[in-house]
């Protein structure tokens, strides 16, 4: 990983089709427990990620509005406004959004170096559509580095079974 600590807070767009807003508010140097929180947004109907999976990290989604519906293991649910998530690390996961309003949370990370993923893959990601081999390949070794894994393929029937919407807004 590239060295965090003279790194900038950001606010980028990435994630499936770039539809999950990231800004971070508090980065792993502000203090000395490590944990990071990113504020994400993500529109109606919108998908944020494929599958994926975390080595080394722990999330804690906090709904401050809207509805998040979550997929870990082969348990589904949804988290209303005011409730809270955990996404531990080792397990497939990933997150929508139900509509019909905006999704707004806090993403508690923790150790928090993987708060800097959403700014260095904001560099990586085309403004729009696919990765060129380019990209994909500096992708795959964004995702090596932290030891976080996707699974593409599982994009089709997420957006399938969820009744989510396929291109971007």
């Not at 519906?69 to 988290?79: A, L, P, S």
Request: glycine share 8%; proline share 6%.
């Amino acid at each position: 990983m590239t060295d965090t600590t003279q790194r900038e807070k950001y606010s980028v767009s990435v994630g499936f089709n770039r539809n999950l807003g990231a800004e971070l508010k508090v980065a792993p140097r502000d203090g000395e427990n490590e944990v990071a929180v990113v504020e994400h947004t993500l529109a109606p109907g919108k998908l944020a990620a494929p599958l994926h999976r975390h080595t080394n990290e722990d999330e804690i989604s906090y709904i401050i509005e809207g509805r998040m519906g979550v997929q870990e293991g082969d348990n589904t649910f949804v988290v209303e406004a005011g409730e809270s998530a955990v996404k531990g690390r080792g397990i497939w996961h990933t997150f929508w959004n139900p509509g019909p309003e905006s999704l707004r949370f806090l993403e508690i990370i923790t150790p928090g170096d993987f708060a800097w993923y959403f700014a260095e893959a904001d560099e990586i990601l085309p403004d729009n559509g696919e990765p060129d081999a380019d990209a994909a390949e500096k992708l795959a070794t964004l995702h090596d580095q932290y030891e976080f894994e996707l699974c593409p393929e599982s994009v089709p029937e997420l957006i399938e079974q969820h009744g989510l919407e396929t291109g971007e807004e």
